[in-house]
């Protein structure tokens, strides 16, 4: 149903942190893209609910808005200040690109 809520278990999660979900995004490999705000992270999950993996966010990130994964698997993060995002993104060690 349309604008309805459910809760979902994630399983595997690495901690117990909290989670505050800004933005939920579906990647081209059907992976699963979640913007954790709380926990200043975005967590990666396959289809099936599974965890993959956590990125924490670029060190001076400012407030994430979104994000979007490409063809080539690589993610990008849109900043929310000022009118606009965080710049040309950039490869950075978290293999986020801001």
């Known amino acids: 149903m349309a604008g309805s809520k459910a809760r979902y ?4 999660l690495p901690d117990d942190r909290r ?6 995004r579906s990647g081209t490999d059907g ?6 705000i709380f ?5 990666l999950f396959d289809r099936g ?3 993959l993996r ?18 080539q698997g690589n ?12 710049g040309r993104p950039e490869r950075n060690p978290n293999g986020l690109n801001r």
Do not use: H, W
């Not at 993610?75 to 965080?86: D, P, S």
């Open 39 to 43: 926990s200043a992270r975005l967590l």
């Open 49 to 51: 609910g599974n965890f």
């Open 75 to 86: 993610i990008y993060l849109l900043g929310q200040c000022c009118g606009g995002g965080l």
């Open 9 to 12: 278990a994630a399983k595997g």
């Open 54 to 71: 956590q990125l924490p966010f670029p060190a001076r990130y400012g407030a994430i808005a979104d994000m979007t994964m490409d063809e």
């Open 19 to 24: 989670i505050v979900v800004r933005s939920i």
């Open 31 to 36: 992976t699963l893209l979640v913007l954790d």
